[in-house]
C-alpha cells in the first residue's frame, strides 16, 4: 500500500464531503419555494456540462459506450429520485440533521448485499448492521414528533444504498466518468420532462445559488472519483463521515443551529457502525485476494 496516496485519497474524500454538504448548504438556502425537482434538474444539468469535457479527455468518445445502458438507467432513476428526497428533506430539516441519516447508507447497503447480491455477512456485520440501525432510530428521536421530512430522508437514504449497489456492478465494466456522466444525463432527461409542471422564474440574486449547487455537485463527483483511484474504498470511504461535521459548522455559522444529544448520539453510532462495516469488508476482501 502506497501511503502517500493513500493520505491523497483520504483528503480528496474529506473535499468531496464538504463539497457535497456545500451542495447541500446551498440547497437550504434556496428555499422551500423552489421544487426539488427543478433544482435537481439544474444541478444534474450543470454537472453533466461539467464532467463532459473532463471525461472525453479522460479516454474520449469511446468512453461513452457501454454495453449496460439498462443498469445506467435504473442507478439514474433511483439515484435521482434519492437526490429529489434529499433536496426536499435538507429544505424542511437542519443541514447537519438529515446528514446524519445519510451516513446510514453503509448499513443499508450491507443489508440488500445480503438479498439482492447473495453476499455473506459474518455475525460480527450483522451486530454493526443492527447498532447502525439503532444509530437511525435515536437520530430521527421517535420520542418526540418524528416529521414527514425525516422519513423522506431516511427513504432517500434507501435509495442511494440501492444505487451503490448498481455502481459495485457497473464499475466491474464502466469507466467511473461514464458511470458519473450517464447518471447526471439520465437525471437531466428525467427531470427535465417534469420542468413544465415544477419550472418557476429563477431571480438573477438567486441565479448564483443554483449554479453553485450544480458545480459543487460535480466537484463532489470527481473529487470522490479520484479519492477512489488513488486508495481502496475501505481506506477512504469512511472520510465521507467528516460530512456531518462540515454539516454541524455550516448549520452554526449559518443559522446559529447546534445539533441535538440525540442528533450526536445518533451520529456517532451511525459512523462507529459504518466504520466498522468498510473494515470488516476490506478484510473480507483481503482474504479473498490472498486465496485466490
Not at 212 to 227: K, N
Not at 240 to 247: D, E, F
Amino acid at each position: 500500500m502506497d501511503i502517500g496516496n493513500s493520505k491523497t485519497g483520504m483528503l480528496l474524500m474529506t473535499a468531496a464531503a464538504a463539497s457535497f454538504t456545500l451542495m447541500n448548504v446551498l440547497v437550504k438556502l434556496i428555499g422551500p419555494e423552489f421544487h426539488a425537482i427543478q433544482i435537481s434538474f439544474i444541478r444534474n444539468l450543470i454537472a453533466a456540462f461539467v464532467l463532459l469535457p473532463l471525461l472525453l479527455y479522460s479516454g474520449g468518445v469511446k468512453v461513452l459506450k457501454t454495453q449496460r445502458f439498462g443498469t445506467h438507467f435504473w442507478r439514474g432513476f433511483l439515484g435521482v429520485t434519492g437526490n429529489i428526497l434529499y433536496f426536499f428533506s435538507f429544505q424542511m430539516l437542519s443541514v447537519g440533521y438529515v446528514s446524519v441519516i445519510s451516513q446510514a447508507v453503509p448499513v443499508f447497503v450491507a443489508v440488500m448485499a445480503v438479498f439482492f447480491l447473495n453476499e455473506r455477512v459474518g455475525h460480527r456485520r450483522w451486530l454493526a448492521i443492527i447498532i447502525g440501525f439503532i444509530g437511525v432510530i435515536i437520530a430521527i428521536n421517535p420520542s418526540g414528533t418524528i416529521e414527514i421530512a425525516s422519513l423522506i430522508a431516511v427513504l432517500a437514504t434507501v435509495l442511494w444504498a440501492a444505487t451503490i449497489l448498481l455502481v459495485r456492478s457497473l464499475a466491474i465494466t464502466d469507466n467511473p466518468f461514464t458511470i458519473a456522466f450517464y447518471f447526471m444525463v439520465i437525471g437531466t432527461i428525467l427531470t427535465g420532462i417534469l420542468q413544465p409542471w415544477y419550472w418557476q422564474e429563477i431571480p438573477i440574486n438567486r441565479l448564483w445559488l443554483f449554479i453553485g449547487v450544480g458545480l459543487a455537485g460535480a466537484s463532489g463527483q470527481l473529487l470522490m472519483s479520484y479519492a477512489l483511484k488513488f486508495a481502496e474504498a475501505s481506506i477512504v470511504s469512511p472520510f465521507n463521515y467528516t460530512a456531518i461535521l462540515w454539516a454541524i459548522i455550516f448549520d452554526a455559522i449559518i443559522w446559529g443551529f447546534l445539533p441535538t444529544w440525540t442528533t450526536i448520539v445518533g451520529a456517532t453510532i451511525i459512523t462507529s457502525a459504518g466504520i466498522y462495516i468498510f473494515h470488516r469488508e476490506a478484510i473480507i476482501k483481503g482474504k479473498e485476494k490472498h486465496i485466490a
